[in-house]
């Protein structure tokens, strides 16, 4: 999957080869087909569309989201 995070209208690319998914306590925890993981903080999951190998994240807040 590709990973996309909407803020207001539009969508920024956040990760790529993404196997898995998992929100946890206002984040999003994904993990990419090698095992590395990425945290989207202050973010929840709005779509997922399996054919278009696409998931898309919300922002909470409009500045600031940070990858680890």
């Given at each position: 999957?590709?990973?996309?995070?909407?803020?207001?209208?539009?969508?920024?690319?956040?990760?790529?080869?993404?196997?898995?998914?998992?929100?946890?306590?206002?984040?999003?925890?994904?993990?990419?087909?090698?095992?590395?993981?990425?945290?989207?903080?202050?973010?929840?999951?709005?779509?997922?569309?399996?054919?278009?190998?696409?998931?898309?994240l919300r922002s909470?807040?409009?500045?600031?989201?940070h990858k680890h």
């Open positions: 999957f590709k990973v996309y995070l909407k803020k207001e209208d539009k969508e920024d690319t956040v990760a790529e080869d993404i196997v898995y998914a998992k929100t946890d306590q206002g984040s999003v925890i994904l993990k990419t087909i090698l095992g590395n993981q990425v945290t989207i903080h202050n973010s929840d999951i709005v779509e997922v569309d399996v054919e278009a190998e696409r998931l898309v909470h807040i409009h500045c600031g989201n």
